[in-house]
């Protein structure tokens, strides 16, 4: 028997086990039982998962080796450092407390110290915030503040084997960014402060360690190998902080229960009360990988001077916060005057139970440092003037959505309603949830026709899909969807961006209002 040639497309246990089997064939004819238990036919199999496992790996690590297509944290991350894009971690929302003494002043000193912790009032579930420094309210006085972080810190003990490049993963998540000091018994380390993060440029007495974090949100900590960095001795004690992302951006007045005893400087216990009198901010998740790609891609096209029109735009995005921005000169609409190149900014909204993100007019912070990033950090053309807009949201075009909504059998009309809701937020979303813009809403510019030319306008057809498309919905009439009034398109402007607006949606057979909860 001839052999058969080798099927390379067929790389599964099923494939390979029939492959192999064939083989054996062409050796041994008689050999034709592959369902009798024996060892032979033991060894095939083996022969075939082991080669279903290294094919499953190979493809996996080719796959991850392709910036476009890794799906680890720790891959897009290598990928990003080497095109000079550090990926944003997690960060935590600080806020300052208000400590005061409700029994009004004490004789003595009342100290409380670092590492407080401070609970929500309506919830002991929420965010927790830890005090960073020691707050003292001196004897006679009723109150002082001091500034807490929705954050922990936590250590990890292990020991050096005395290899080189060690690798060690932290046992705490979420790790929070740049929190991480580590300490061995030839002396503390630290992260190099390079442009990528590692220890390529390391001396061999540098006692420095680079830090990577994982699909767990854990920090994976590197050390040297005696020649680029010091390889560490003895035990090590990692330090560092964990907590922190969105969730801590508390609004004012909702911190108020601390959650540790407090007595004064002889000792005796102290009632104390605390209030944050302004929001908790800067609290933020870990960089989505799809946006972080996309960035990562962007910053190559645009490397130290932004001329393209387009170059504008990819720096304005690349800044915390900014989702989306659509930038125009004259060359683009008769509007803006001669030497004039305006921005309009769509900032990173409220986050979805989907877990994508609503659009949101921009702080005058955040407009103030696309302005920064266009003027200073990587200048524009010469004697073109530069603004960006978006405090207002002016631009931000809302759409008002009517609907009669006829459901099905099993629909409940008191969940209806907010999944009907829930369905028009995610599709007027400004980002998905893994970072990447949504597809179904932009700027007007940026609708074109068949043919590439501008159609600024919102299709009708989209959002009545959107409903119809949603659990329970039996059929919708045409005629009772309309959007802003009409049912028909919305035109947008050049520099408009549509935005959900206000919501009506009726029960097709009873005529009763479908509720939900914005």
């Not at 990988?289 to 990819?314: G, M, P």
Request: charged share 20%; hydrophobic share 40%; aromatic share 8%.
């Amino acid at each position: 028997m001839s052999r058969p040639k080798p099927d390379y497309t067929g790389r599964d246990y099923d494939s390979g086990l029939t492959r192999v089997q064939r083989v054996a064939q062409s050796v041994h004819e008689k050999w034709t039982d592959f369902n009798r238990a024996n060892a032979g036919n033991a060894k095939l199999k083996g022969m075939a998962f082991v080669g279903d496992v290294l094919n499953h790996n190979i493809d996996f690590w080719a796959l991850e080796g392709l910036p476009i297509h890794a799906q680890l944290r720790r891959s897009v991350q290598a990928h990003a450092r080497w095109v000079g894009y550090q990926i944003q971690g997690r960060t935590a929302a600080v806020v300052l407390i208000t400590f005061s003494l409700p029994n009004g002043a004490h004789p003595e000193d009342v100290t409380i110290p670092a590492g407080t912790l401070i609970g929500l009032l309506a919830s002991s579930d929420g965010p927790q915030f830890q005090l960073l420094v020691d707050v003292t309210i001196l004897a006679g006085e009723t109150s002082a503040i001091g500034a807490a972080e929705h954050s922990e810190n936590v250590q990890d003990i292990t020991f050096s084997t005395g290899r080189a490049n060690q690798v060690f993963r932290l046992g705490q998540a979420p790790y929070i960014q740049n929190s991480l000091t580590a300490v061995a018994d030839n002396g503390a380390y630290t992260e190099p402060n390079n442009l990528f993060s590692n220890l390529l440029s390391s001396l061999p007495t540098d006692r420095h360690f680079s830090v990577e974090v994982d699909d767990d949100e854990r920090a994976v900590v590197r050390f040297g190998d005696d020649t680029n960095g010091a390889i560490p001795t003895g035990d090590i004690t990692f330090s560092c902080k964990v907590g922190g992302g969105e969730e801590g951006n508390v609004e004012a007045g909702t911190l108020g229960v601390i959650l540790d005893a407090i007595t004064d400087a002889i000792g005796d216990p102290v009632e104390v009360a605390a209030t944050n009198a302004a929001a908790a901010t800067n609290g933020m998740d870990a960089e989505p990988l799809e946006r972080a790609k996309s960035n990562a891609i962007n910053q190559q096209k645009v490397r130290n001077r932004t001329l393209a029109r387009e170059d504008f735009e990819i720096e304005a995005v690349g800044l915390t916060g900014i989702a989306r921005c659509l930038f125009l000169t004259s060359d683009q609409t008769a509007f803006i005057r001669e030497g004039d190149g305006v921005g309009w900014l769509v900032a990173q909204g409220a986050k979805l139970p989907s877990g994508r993100y609503a659009a949101a007019a921009p702080t005058s912070l955040q407009v103030a440092s696309v302005e920064e990033q266009w003027r200073y950090a990587k200048p524009g053309p010469p004697g073109l003037y530069l603004r960006a807009v978006g405090t207002s949201g002016a631009y931000l075009k809302a759409i008002a959505v009517t609907a009669t909504i006829f459901m099905g059998p099993d629909a409940d009309p008191l969940t209806l309603g907010q999944s009907l809701y829930e369905s028009l937020r995610d599709w007027f979303a400004v980002e998905l949830a893994d970072g990447s813009a949504n597809p179904n809403v932009n700027w007007g510019y940026y609708q074109q026709n068949a043919s590439g030319q501008p159609r600024p306008e919102l299709a009708w057809s989209d959002i009545f899909n959107a409903l119809r498309d949603t659990v329970g919905v039996r059929k919708i009439e045409p005629t009772a969807v309309s959007l802003n009034g009409l049912v028909d398109d919305v035109t947008l402007k050049l520099w408009e961006f549509p935005v959900l607006g206000a919501v009506s949606l009726i029960d097709g057979d009873t005529g009763n209002a479908l509720t939900f909860t914005s």
